[in-house]
């Protein structure tokens, strides 16, 4: 795979007081397509980031019903992967690649 591929796999980091929380087992959550797979992101985190891999486990997030002037739009669904790490390994999201 190549280095541009990996960057369509890992669309971004996921900020949110979960994540952050999951950060300090080792873990770390990104947001990928929809049609990503375990090994593809796995491949991906390794490559970009110089880490090793313990586990990928991944949902997919339903988007929600809103309103907006009366009127019912559908936000769209996506996937969470989160990556855990190797013990000595760690990736800080608030920088960048």
């Known amino acids: 795979m190549s280095k ?3 960057y369509d796999v890992i669309l971004g980091p996921v900020i ?3 994540s952050t929380l ?3 087992n080792n873990q770390v959550v990104f947001r990928v397509p929809l049609d990503a ?3 593809a992101i ?3 985190v390794e490559a970009l980031f110089d880490v090793k891999v313990k586990a990928v486990n991944t949902l997919r997030v339903k988007g929600k ?3 907006f002037r009366g009127r019912k739009g559908q936000r769209s ?3 969470k992967a989160m990556v ?5 390994h760690s990736i800080d999201v608030t920088t960048g690649i």
């Open 16 to 18: 949110t007081e979960k």
């Open 84 to 88: 855990s790490l190797e013990e000595g």
């Open 65 to 67: 019903t809103k309103r």
């Open 4 to 6: 541009l591929a990996h």
């Open 37 to 39: 797979t375990k090994p």
């Open 42 to 44: 796995k491949a991906a």
């Open 77 to 79: 669904d996506w996937k």
């Open 22 to 24: 999951v950060s300090e």
